[in-house]
C-alpha cells in the first residue's frame, strides 16, 4: 500500500520559514520524481514544486522561486520542502504527490 505522511506544517509569522518533510512507502521512492502541491480551501490544487528521482533536477512555480527549495533523501525514503521568507499567500494544505498520489496534507498557516 501506498503512503505518503506530511509533517512540519505550523503556524508562522510572514517572513518566517518552516520545513515540510513527507515520508514516503509503498513503492520504490527512488525510482520516482515527486511533487509538492497545496490548496486553499475552497480553490483547486496548485503545483508548488517537483524533483527528479535522484534529485539532480528541481523545479518551482514562479511565485516560489528563490524562497522554496526542494529536496529528497532517498536513503529515508523522505522528501522535503524548505519554505522562507513565508508570505500570507502561503496558507494552505501542502501535500507531497507521487503521480495523482497525496497524502493527507499538512496545514501551512502563515499570519501575524
Known amino acids: 500500500e501506498v503512503q505518503l505522511v506530511e509533517s512540519g506544517g505550523g503556524l508562522v509569522q510572514p517572513g518566517g520559514s518552516l520545513r515540510l518533510s513527507c515520508a514516503a512507502s509503498?513503492?520504490?521512492?527512488?525510482?520516482?520524481?515527486m511533487n509538492w502541491v497545496r490548496q486553499v480551501p475552497g480553490k483547486g490544487l496548485e503545483w508548488v514544486s517537483g524533483?527528479?528521482?535522484?534529485?539532480?533536477?528541481?523545479y518551482y512555480a514562479e511565485s516560489m522561486k528563490g524562497r522554496f527549495t526542494i529536496s529528497r533523501d532517498n536513503a529515508k525514503n523522505t522528501l522535503y520542502l524548505q519554505m522562507n521568507s513565508l508570505k500570507s499567500e502561503d496558507t494552505a494544505v501542502y501535500y507531497c504527490?507521487?503521480?495523482?498520489?497525496r497524502g493527507q496534507g499538512t496545514q501551512v498557516t502563515v499570519s501575524s
Open positions: 509503498g513503492f520504490t521512492f527512488d525510482d520516482y520524481s
Open positions: 524533483i527528479s528521482w535522484n534529485g539532480g533536477s528541481t
Open positions: 504527490a507521487w503521480g495523482a498520489t
